[in-house]
């Protein structure tokens, strides 16, 4: 399953525009934990970028290495073409992280000032409290505000200096529906003014709804990498339910089945097109009976994903 | 890819001068107000310094005199020096141990403020906390305690102990590169009362045991607080003022020092 997904299918576009940020084969070790295993992964211009994954799985690790908050043990980091550690790098990229503590007593107003200070050309402070949804919270203490609203600030830092470059890691944790709406339009809105953005989810449905390209991370290892379409192509599939008389070694056999399971007095295959294989077991099987075609939910399959590339590498161990 | 490259794709250059020290104002003034606000924190601060020196300056010793001064004015230089230091210490200490503990310091390192500016910010707002003490303290002295000295010596007074604040706040650098964000405190306590009382801010240098002048002789609180009692004659001359400075300097270094190998070890260091 894996090699199946290995060539990197990225759009002509795509492909045409520069690489504003690139980990060039990048292994980072946590003592003996491996966290990134030889990552190869370029955000370019324009684009906006998922890196999708369960927690663990190194999205945070590879976010932190783009910012230059932490070497790695193998391997190259660039962003626009240099040390992200730079002072001029960091100019032009912005950053929201996940933080336990912020300063509890400064205000919302005052958070932003001192941030925009650290940039050449930052937002009036007017444009940025907007933008996060902020105007009315202006004055209030950081400790006097919800998760979803802290969420909302720690967004407004990242985005208060008018960066080319925004890395946005898990930014929608936390928040209720309205407001996570209301982070995907801005983040939409930034794109349109040319911005680039990276951002990490466990939430493939995000991915989905803002990305241009999504890479799939599980366990320090890119697994998938595509436009939304391709990988949900991948990744969700159809299921196949029947009763049947065919044993499950010949089930697999089928061309295309890609996982098969027995379900009570039934069987459910998944595959990528229901209509081959479906065509496939009637011929050899003219007694099936008990059809059932659904599609595979997208969350599921998504988990379906990074278990196989788990199952298979342990298998192969 | 190298520096021209970059150069040339950002279409600017280093930051002004002007624009620099502007970081390093707002840094410092939100850093103050951070602290300011927190009013436990700042009471504690206060209060304890003030509290000795009322007890034991103008309640208990309020006529006697030390070293040729009278109480209340030599309890200044000491209680000065146990104030200086503690805002010193957890002015440093607990607000990095918390920032690098809990993720903040990330989301400032990950933005273009300059670093250094960070640490600027807590020295200064430690040393602007140490004078309003040594001030309250005077204040209190002068009003209650019939403190009086020319204004050359309160100028001297208050500025070596504004100047001592900083091998302090170097040790709270060390300090919060290596304490946790909940232990620091706790941490700090048991490096800042000890050493107080060892120095003889609490009780008088000259009424310690032998073994504990002996101890002082090798801590930097004792050293301060000879400078200060110094500026109106009440040292005990042991040593000189150049070697009190020397001593002092010597710590601050050790105490960077270590503070740099916490901040090399953090890079490598995992965060959840």
């Given at each position: 399953?894996?090699a199946?997904?290995?060539?990197?299918?990225t759009t002509?576009?795509?492909?045409?525009?520069?690489?504003?940020?690139?980990?060039?084969?990048?292994n980072?070790n946590?003592?003996?934990?491996r966290?990134?295993?030889?990552?190869?992964?370029?955000v370019?211009a324009?684009?906006?970028?998922?890196l999708?994954?369960?927690?663990?799985?190194?999205k945070t690790t590879a976010?932190?290495?783009?910012?230059?908050?932490?070497?790695?043990?193998?391997?190259k980091?660039?962003?626009f073409?240099?040390?992200p550690?730079n002072?001029?790098?960091?100019?032009?990229?912005?950053?929201m992280l996940?933080?336990?503590r912020?300063?509890?007593?400064?205000?919302?107003?005052?958070?932003?000032?001192?941030f925009?200070?650290?940039?050449d050309k930052p937002?009036?402070?007017a444009?940025v409290?907007?933008?996060a949804?902020?105007e009315?919270?202006?004055?209030?203490?950081?400790?006097?505000?919800?998760?979803?609203?802290?969420?909302?600030?720690?967004?407004a830092?990242?985005?208060?200096?008018?960066?080319?470059?925004?890395?946005?890691?898990?930014?929608?944790?936390?928040l209720?529906?309205?407001?996570?709406?209301?982070?995907?339009?801005?983040?939409?809105?930034?794109v349109?003014?040319?911005?680039?953005?990276?951002?990490?989810t466990h939430?493939?449905?995000?991915?989905?709804?803002?990305?241009?390209?999504?890479?799939?991370?599980?366990k320090?290892?890119?697994?998938?990498?595509g436009?939304p379409?391709e990988i949900?192509?991948?990744?969700a599939?159809?299921?196949?339910?029947?009763?049947?008389r065919?044993?499950?070694a010949?089930?697999?056999?089928i061309p295309?089945?890609?996982?098969?399971q027995?379900?009570r007095?039934?069987?459910?295959?998944?595959?990528?097109?229901?209509e081959?294989v479906?065509r496939?077991?009637?011929?050899?099987d003219?007694?099936?009976?008990?059809?059932?075609?659904?599609?595979?939910?997208?969350?599921?399959a998504?988990?379906?994903?990074?278990?196989?590339?788990?199952?298979?590498?342990n298998?192969?161990? | 890819?190298?520096?021209?490259?970059?150069?040339?794709?950002?279409?600017?250059?280093?930051?002004?001068?002007?624009?620099t020290l502007?970081i390093?104002?707002?840094?410092?003034?939100?850093e103050?107000?951070?602290n300011?606000r927190?009013?436990?924190?700042t009471?504690?601060?206060?209060?304890?310094?003030?509290?000795f020196?009322?007890?034991?300056?103008?309640v208990?010793?309020?006529?006697?005199?030390?070293?040729?001064?009278?109480?209340?004015?030599?309890?200044?230089?000491?209680?000065?020096?146990?104030?200086v230091?503690?805002?010193?210490?957890?002015?440093?200490?607990?607000?990095?141990?918390?920032?690098?503990?809990?993720?903040?310091?990330?989301?400032k390192?990950?933005s273009?403020?300059?670093?250094?500016?960070?640490?600027a910010?807590?020295?200064?707002?430690?040393?602007?906390f140490?004078?309003v003490?040594?001030?309250?303290?005077?204040?209190?002295?002068?009003?209650?305690?019939?403190?009086r000295?020319?204004?050359g010596?309160f100028?001297?007074?208050l500025?070596?102990?504004v100047?001592?604040?900083l091998?302090?706040s170097?040790?709270?650098?060390a300090?919060?590169?290596?304490?946790?964000p909940?232990?620091?405190p706790?941490?700090?306590?048991?490096?800042?009362?000890?050493?107080?009382?060892?120095?003889?801010l609490?009780?008088?240098?000259?009424f310690?045991?032998?073994?504990?002048?002996t101890?002082?002789?090798a801590?930097?609180p004792y050293h301060?607080?000879?400078l200060?009692?110094?500026?109106?004659?009440?040292?005990n001359?042991?040593q000189?003022?150049?070697?009190?400075w020397?001593?002092?300097?010597?710590?601050?270094?050790?105490?960077v020092?270590?503070?740099?190998?916490g901040?090399?070890?953090?890079?490598?260091?995992?965060?959840?």
């Amino acid at each position: 399953m894996i090699a199946t997904l290995e060539p990197v299918q990225t759009t002509e576009s795509a492909s045409a525009k520069s690489t504003v940020a690139h980990l060039e084969n990048v292994n980072k070790n946590y003592g003996s934990v491996r966290a990134l295993r030889n990552v190869d992964f370029r955000v370019r211009a324009g684009e906006v970028v998922a890196l999708l994954g369960p927690n663990g799985a190194g999205k945070t690790t590879a976010v932190k290495l783009l910012l230059g908050l932490i070497p790695p043990n193998a391997g190259k980091v660039r962003v626009f073409g240099g040390d992200p550690v730079n002072p001029q790098t960091r100019l032009r990229t912005g950053a929201m992280l996940q933080v336990g503590r912020v300063p509890e007593t400064l205000r919302v107003r005052e958070h932003i000032d001192l941030f925009s200070a650290y940039y050449d050309k930052p937002l009036p402070a007017a444009e940025v409290l907007a933008a996060a949804g902020l105007e009315q919270l202006r004055d209030r203490k950081f400790g006097e505000l919800s998760g979803g609203q802290k969420q909302r600030v720690l967004f407004a830092l990242a985005i208060c200096g008018d960066p080319d470059l925004l890395f946005l890691d898990e930014p929608t944790v936390g928040l209720d529906v309205e407001a996570r709406r209301m982070l995907w339009d801005e983040i939409r809105r930034l794109v349109r003014r040319g911005r680039t953005i990276l951002l990490t989810t466990h939430y493939l449905q995000e991915a989905d709804a803002l990305a241009d390209r999504i890479a799939v991370i599980n366990k320090g290892e890119i697994i998938a990498e595509g436009t939304p379409a391709e990988i949900k192509a991948q990744t969700a599939g159809k299921r196949i339910r029947c009763v049947t008389r065919l044993g499950l070694a010949v089930l697999r056999q089928i061309p295309g089945v890609t996982e098969v399971q027995e379900d009570r007095e039934a069987v459910e295959l998944h595959a990528a097109e229901a209509e081959p294989v479906v065509r496939e077991l009637l011929v050899r099987d003219p007694a099936l009976s008990g059809l059932e075609i659904s599609s595979a939910g997208l969350e599921e399959a998504f988990l379906a994903l990074t278990q196989d590339a788990g199952n298979n590498r342990n298998d192969s161990n | 890819m190298s520096a021209a490259s970059i150069a040339l794709s950002n279409g600017q250059t280093q930051r002004t001068t002007q624009h620099t020290l502007t970081i390093y104002c707002k840094e410092a003034q939100y850093e103050f107000l951070k602290n300011l606000r927190m009013r436990m924190y700042t009471a504690s601060l206060l209060s304890f310094p003030i509290m000795f020196y009322v007890l034991f300056g103008l309640v208990l010793y309020r006529n006697e005199s030390l070293g040729g001064a009278r109480m209340p004015t030599y309890l200044i230089a000491t209680y000065g020096t146990f104030g200086v230091m503690g805002a010193s210490l957890f002015g440093t200490a607990a607000g990095l141990a918390s920032d690098r503990g809990l993720g903040w310091l990330q989301v400032k390192r990950a933005s273009p403020m300059p670093p250094f500016a960070y640490f600027a910010a807590k020295v200064v707002t430690s040393m602007i906390f140490s004078m309003v003490i040594v001030l309250a303290l005077f204040a209190i002295g002068f009003a209650f305690g019939g403190v009086r000295m020319p204004v050359g010596e309160f100028a001297g007074l208050l500025t070596t102990l504004v100047v001592g604040s900083l091998p302090f706040s170097a040790m709270g650098l060390a300090v919060g590169y290596f304490a946790g964000p909940n232990s620091a405190p706790g941490v700090i306590n048991l490096i800042y009362l000890p050493m107080s009382f060892c120095s003889g801010l609490w009780v008088p240098f000259t009424f310690l045991p032998k073994v504990l002048r002996t101890i002082a002789l090798a801590l930097p609180p004792y050293h301060l607080s000879q400078l200060a009692l110094g500026v109106f004659g009440a040292g005990n001359g042991g040593q000189s003022n150049l070697k009190h400075w020397e001593v002092l300097a010597a710590f601050s270094l050790i105490c960077v020092g270590v503070a740099r190998i916490g901040f090399q070890r953090d890079r490598d260091k995992m965060y959840g």
